[in-house]
């Protein structure tokens, strides 16, 4: 019952835009605010080239996916702005012409941005502009170029999430597949990680939105 109780106060925090934890400023809160948040487990995120009404969408997106997480992984967010990027190059999807960045370019950009802010955790950006990976496969005589969009790649200290062409929900199984990888997590070809129970303190986890594989191994924990 403990994990129903935790997933209705998160669909309760989520239906109400006032109880979010999101910290934007943290000039806003008084003293007596950050003392009841403390200890305080905030999550840097950071948006690429979004326009400002964009950012409160984007934010509650990453709010949801912390509901695929025990209480108390992260306790909120801090919103360390956007920045302007220029694209690498172009793509074109759905007759649609749209500007791209080259996955290894735009992790640079981010690692050197998380240096700027002095960010001591993870520093999570997060675009609608789509990111690439390009390489080669050798195929029989000759090298294939192979070009892959990547959703999501998140390491011990920074990470990036690309929301390209992405509807809300499956939104926030991207980012949440994210956060898992910087908790850690295994990973499958689905679309969500199989969250493992002991990685993360023994605590129950919400499994709506887990595909019926994770969910078979889970019940075998």
């Not at 007596?32 to 009404?53: A, C, F, G, Y």
């Not at 190059?89 to 950009?109: C, D, H, P, T």
């Not at 908790?183 to 986890?205: C, F, Q, S, T, V």
């Amino acid at each position: 019952m403990a994990g129903v109780a935790e997933a209705a106060t998160c669909r309760q925090a989520l239906n109400h835009k006032a109880d979010f934890e999101f910290i934007t400023n943290l000039n806003t809160f008084t003293e007596h605010n950050l003392k009841e948040l403390q200890p305080v487990q905030l999550l840097d995120v950071l948006t690429i080239n979004e326009k400002p009404k964009n950012k409160e969408n984007l934010l509650e997106i990453i709010y949801q996916a912390f509901c695929y997480f025990p209480q108390g992984i992260w306790q909120g967010i801090k919103y360390q702005g956007n920045i302007n990027v220029k694209h690498d190059l172009k793509i074109k999807s759905k007759e649609k012409i749209y500007g791209a960045f080259i996955f290894n370019s735009l992790m640079v950009r981010i690692r050197e941005k998380k240096n700027t802010l002095n960010s001591q955790g993870l520093l999570l950006a997060v675009t609608h502009d789509p990111v690439i990976a390009i390489y080669h496969r050798f195929e029989s005589d000759r090298f294939k170029k192979i070009v892959n969009l990547i959703r999501d790649y998140v390491i011990k200290d920074v990470g990036m999430v690309s929301l390209f062409e992405v509807k809300k929900e499956a939104a926030t199984k991207i980012s949440a597949h994210g956060l898992g990888h910087n908790k850690g997590l295994k990973h499958h070809a689905e679309p969500i990680d199989l969250m493992y129970a002991r990685l993360l303190d023994g605590y129950p986890i919400k499994k709506e939105g887990f595909c019926n594989k994770c969910q078979r191994k889970l019940k075998k924990e």
